[in-house]
Every structure is written in structure tokens, then in C-alpha cells.
């Protein structure tokens, strides 16, 4: 049996044209509907902010380097662990730096005692001369006796050149012990034995071996979160080797890369709202604008854009816009860096100076004083060392000892060390000190008694031979 479809009815076309109408005024409706909800948002609310999503989270990534060569005997830290500024987070092998540090002190305490050396010796010398001079002013006195009692007769021709050539003798001694005295003035004089030269050189040896011994401990130079741990075990490091990332997560910024053409009326101080994609909608962070980066990314690219070229082709350049992030939301809502965010910035608000910033460095990430204490204490070793070596060459030989004065005048005990506060102590001339001085005959002296008068002792007192 068959069966046949019955042919479908012909609409009229009028009936088309209406079905068409009614789907374009529906098409029409929603378009109006959607133009409308989307005017009335800008008007109401987009015209008064930036929106951007090209704004991710970033921090203070505080590395952590080796100040000190050495090998790794110990890391104390792992990824994702927390420490606190001044932790000892990784250990070098001390056996090199140590054995550095003891012959530094060796070679300052051997320093110190050879200046010490040298100033006793300027000590004995000066006694020397003066000993000397007090003997060549003895003998003189006798040579003017023994003229005035030649004539009777009373003194024979032998015992004045006798006279004569023992002060020959005793001049001839005083020169050379003079010149020994000079050799040794510009060796120390001016100078006390704390800050010699010589000795200041091997102190700051000592003060660099110091330091060095003790960079082998490396310390968190801040509080944070390690990351990107690269010290292992076994490497031997050099100064500058990069061996972890300390993140501290308390103090956090956004950057939002906004298009230029955006940047007319964004300020410094205008407020806006960071949704974090960690948290998307539900979480709202209210930041504030810090300042604008003074310059597009492009500008401080690796390889800026050479636009001087024929293929030029215009982009719109982007510039980042730096804004706070509140502490208080951060401790309750963690972020790290690196997180995507949508970004907006109500630009309505007046704000500051395009060419002024909030930004601060009071917060702790950005010092650290855990060095603080090394160059003292390397000081007051040194110090120690110096001390100890001057104590066992004898107190009473400290002496600060100034050029030309070879009658000991300028001589003052050191006062506790400290070079830079020397107080002059009073003139300590011997007794029957001298002064030599060029003469005819070889010298003049200068001789002082022991009532303190002084009187000069020329040519016409010595007898020619």
C-alpha cells in the first residue's frame, strides 16, 4: 500500500515579511537594550575610571649573594621557609679564612713591636746624645780653665791638646749618633707607634681579614619567604655568586600597564581597586596610586625599539603606573608576586602633581643593619692585638716623636691608643741637654745647665790645634 507526504500549505508573503520583522525588531531591541545598558554603565561609571588587565603584582625580590669566597658546608633554608633578618641561612668553610685572619694578627702584632723597636732605639740615641753633649760641655769648661792657666805655666802644652782632641772625639761622636738619630726620625718621626704607617697598613689587613672570616657566615639581610634557592652543598662560591631570593610578602605593589592614551588625567593619590584573579570578584583590594613610572616599558627594554628604520609601524606604547597596596588587606587576603589583577583608577578624583610620588623606602625591606656590628668589633680586635704586643715592649716606651726635635722635646706618652686625641706632654730635656749647630770647627753647641740657663759655645772657646 501506498503512501504519500501531503505538499506543506505556501505561507503568504505577507506572513513571511511579518516573521522577518518580528526577528528584526527583536535583533533590533536587544542591540538597543545592550547600547543603552552600555552607555548608561559609561555614563554612570566608566567614564569615571581606567580600567586595565595588563597589571600583575610585584614586590621586593631581595637576593641573597656570597660576599666571601669560600666552599658550602651547610644551607639552612629551604624554599618556601620563612627567617627573620639576621638568620644565618647558608655556611661557608671557615678553615681558609681563618688561617688569613691569624696571620693577620700576626702581622700587626710583629708591626707594632718593630716600631716600638724603633722608637726605643730613637730613646737610647737622644740619651746617647745628650750624654754625649753633657760630656763635651764638661770637657770645654775644663779647655777654658786650663787656657787661662797656661800662660803661668800651671798647665803644659800636652794636656791642652789633649783637651783639644778629646773634644774632636766627642763632637765626631755626637754627629754620627745625630745622623743615626735622622735616619730614624724619618722612619718614625711625626708619628706615634698606634699610627705608623706601617702599622695602620697591617691593621687594615687585619680589620679585611676580619670581615672576610666573618662574610662566611651569610646572614637574611631581610625578613621573608626564600625562594629560588640555587646554593647546594659543595659549591665553591666567589663574591657576587647569587644563591637565593629572600620575598618579603608584607609589602606588595601593583603595576598597571595603562595605554598612553590613557594617562591624561591619572594622578598620583587617586584611589583604585585591584581584584586579584587568586581571589577574582570576591576579593577587592583599595590601593592607591603611588606615581608613574617616568618612562614607557619599551624605553628600558633590553633591546629598545629602533623606530628610525623604514618598517616602522605605530603601536600604542603602554607606561606603568605604580599603586600601594594596604598592609592590612595583604595580611588578610596573601598575594604573591607575579598574580594577574584587573586594575582601576577613578580619575575623577584631583589627586597630586603628575610630577610628584607616594612612593617610600621606610619600610624595613629597604635596609638592613645586619653588618652593623662587624667593622667594631674587627676594630677592637685589632686594637686588642695592638695593645697586647705594645704592653710587652713596655709602656714607658710609647712615645710620639715629631721631626727635627732631637733634644726630645715633643715627646708625650700615647694616650690610651688613640691616635687621633695625642696630647704633647711637657719638654723633658735631660739635665745638661744640647743642641748641635754647624760650626767652624765642626759644631756648635748650645749647653744648658743645671739651673736651666743657656749659653752658646762658639770657636773662640776651643783651642786650635
Known amino acids: ?192 707607634i698606634m699610627d705608623h704607617p706601617a702599622v695602620e697598613l697591617a691593621k687594615h689587613e687585619l680589620i679585611k681579614a676580619y670581615l672576610e672570616y666573618k662574610r662566611q657566615q651569610i646572614l637574611a639581610p631581610v625578613s621573608g619567604y626564600v625562594a629560588k634557592r640555587k646554593a647546594q652543598v659543595g659549591d665553591r662560591v666567589k663574591p657576587g655568586t647569587d644563591l637565593m631570593t629572600i620575598v618579603p610578602l608584607d609589602h606588595l605593589w601593583v603595576e598597571a600597564n595603562l595605554r598612553e592614551t590613557e594617562l591624561q588625567l591619572v594622578r598620583p593619590g587617586q584611589p583604585a581597586l585591584v581584584s586579584v584573579d587568586l581571589y577574582g570578584t570576591r576579593q577587592t583590594f583599595h590601593g592607591t596610586v603611588e606615581g608613574l613610572v617616568p618612562g614607557t616599558g619599551s624605553a628600558f627594554a633590553l633591546l629598545p625599539p629602533d623606530n628610525a628604520t623604514g618598517n616602522f609601524i605605530h603601536i600604542v606604547e603602554r607606561v606603568p603606573v605604580r599603586i600601594a597596596l594596604p598592609q592590612d588587606e595583604i595580611r588578610a587576603h596573601p598575594i604573591r608576586p607575579g598574580l594577574s589583577t584587573v586594575t582601576q583608577i577613578k580619575i575623577t578624583e584631583s589627586g597630586q602633581s603628575v610630577w610628584s610620588s607616594l612612593a617610600t623606602t621606610a619600610t624595613a625591606e629597604y635596609e638592613t643593619d645586619i653588618y652593623a656590628d662587624e667593622l667594631p668589633s674587627a676594630e677592637s680586635l685589632a686594637q686588642t692585638v695592638m695593645t697586647t704586643n705594645l704592653a710587652s715592649e713596655g709602656a714607658g716606651d710609647r712615645a710620639q716623636v715629631k721631626s727635627g726635635d732631637h733634644d726630645g722635646r715633643g715627646v708625650a706618652p700615647l694616650n690610651n691608643g688613640n691616635s687621633s686625641k695625642r696630647d704633647r706632654g711637657p719638654s723633658k730635656e735631660p739635665a745638661s741637654g744640647a743642641i748641635m749647630r754647624e760650626g767652624t770647627l765642626g759644631v756648635d753647641v748650645e749647653a744648658q745647665g743645671h739651673n736651666g740657663s743657656r749659653r752658646m759655645i762658639t770657636p773662640e772657646h776651643r783651642v786650635d790645634r
Open 1 to 192: 500500500m501506498n503512501t504519500t507526504t501531503p505538499p506543506s500549505p505556501k505561507l503568504h508573503p505577507k506572513a513571511i515579511r511579518a516573521r522577518r520583522n518580528r526577528r528584526l525588531l527583536l535583533v533590533a531591541g536587544l542591540l538597543a537594550a545592550a547600547g543603552l545598558a552600555y552607555g548608561w554603565q559609561w555614563w554612570s561609571y566608566d567614564r569615571f575610571w581606567v580600567r586595565t588587565d595588563n597589571a600583575y603584582v610585584t614586590g621586593n625580590l631581595v637576593s641573597v649573594a656570597a660576599q666571601a669566597s669560600g666552599i658550602i658546608t651547610q644551607v639552612l633554608f629551604e624554599e618556601t621557609q620563612f627567617v627573620n633578618r639576621g638568620d644565618l641561612v647558608i655556611r661557608l668553610d671557615e678553615h681558609e679564612a681563618s688561617a688569613a685572619l691569624g696571620r693577620a694578627r700576626g702581622r700587626l702584632g710583629e708591626e707594632v713591636r718593630r716600631i716600638a723597636a724603633l722608637f726605643k732605639t730613637r730613646k737610647q740615641l737622644e740619651e746617647k746624645v745628650s750624654a754625649r753633649m753633657a760630656q763635651l760641655t764638661l770637657v770645654r769648661h775644663d779647655m777654658e780653665r786650663y787656657q787661662l792657666a797656661s800662660p803661668s805655666g800651671a798647665v803644659s802644652k800636652q794636656i791642652l791638646q789633649n783637651a783639644a782632641d778629646k773634644i774632636r772625639a766627642l763632637e765626631a761622636e755626637v754627629r754620627e749618633t745625630q745622623a743615626e738619630l735622622d735616619v730614624l726620625d724619618a722612619q718614625v718621626g711625626g708619628t706615634s
